[in-house]
């Protein structure tokens, strides 16, 4: 099946420093999705990806879909402590038919930031 | 307000007992999913279903079963089967034009 290698796994900042994190696949996906989890609670949709090259932000948080489409980073600037928790990528592969609800998961990076 | 609720939010099951989570959404989404997340883990699909009356296992679907009755619901058992059952079970939607939505989660401890 369809493989994402997210990295790195973990990290460790000081508050204020910005962190940057990205995804490869083996394969072309269609959609990047980034989640951040906190501890204990389901993940959350930061920002959805749709078109190769795209950049897109939300706050302090900048996200892009690589050129080839096998490959997304996000980018976080000035951390804070609220920052802390897990990030997932995900890639999505067909607009359409059945294989438009398959979403493949990266392993997570969980991020600590230290005050 | 549209979304993805499960319950409950912490369980315990006995040794050898069967245990349901509960997964309903409201967003009319045609996929639902389980995932299963162990402590600072990435999520692990177990079982998914793509439209009513149908689902398919996902890679550790073993001592596990689901149905998928009406559109909104997609309960998980976990069986006395699943041996290790302590863990964070995941619930999440999708439809094609839209991302994931996924709930609040379900801590399941055997004790």
């Known amino acids: 099946g369809q493989q994402l290698n997210q990295s790195p796994q973990s990290m460790f900042i000081q508050e204020g420093e910005d962190v940057s994190m990205n995804c490869t696949s083996s394969s072309i996906f269609n959609t990047w999705l980034w989640y951040k989890q906190d501890p204990g609670e389901g993940p959350v949709l930061l920002i959805a990806l749709y078109k190769a090259g795209e950049l897109t932000s939300n706050g302090r948080l900048t996200a892009q879909f690589g050129i080839t489409r096998k490959d997304s980073f996000l980018n976080i600037s000035a951390s804070i402590p609220s920052d802390v928790g897990i990030y997932f990528c995900?890639?999505?592969?067909?607009?359409?038919?059945?294989?438009?609800?398959?979403?493949?998961f990266g392993k997570g990076t969980k991020l600590s930031v230290i005050p | 307000d549209g979304g993805i609720t499960q319950s409950p939010k912490y369980l315990f099951r006995k040794e050898g007992q069967n245990v349901t989570l509960s997964c309903e959404q409201n967003l009319n989404h045609d996929a639902m999913y389980w995932y299963r997340q162990d402590p600072g883990q990435g999520l692990r699909l177990i079982y998914y279903?793509?439209?009513?009356?149908?689902?398919q296992k996902g890679d550790i679907a073993e001592g596990y079963s689901v149905s998928r009755e009406k559109k909104e619901s997609f309960p998980l058992t976990v069986t006395s089967a699943q041996k290790n059952p302590t863990a964070f079970y995941l619930c999440?939607?999708?439809?094609?034009?839209?991302?994931?939505?996924f709930g609040q989660g379900t801590r399941l401890t055997v004790v």
């Open positions: 999440a939607s999708i439809t094609t034009d839209t991302e994931a939505f």
């Open positions: 279903s793509q439209i009513v009356n149908d689902f």
């Open positions: 995900a890639g999505r592969g067909s607009y359409s038919g059945a294989g438009s609800y398959q979403l493949t």
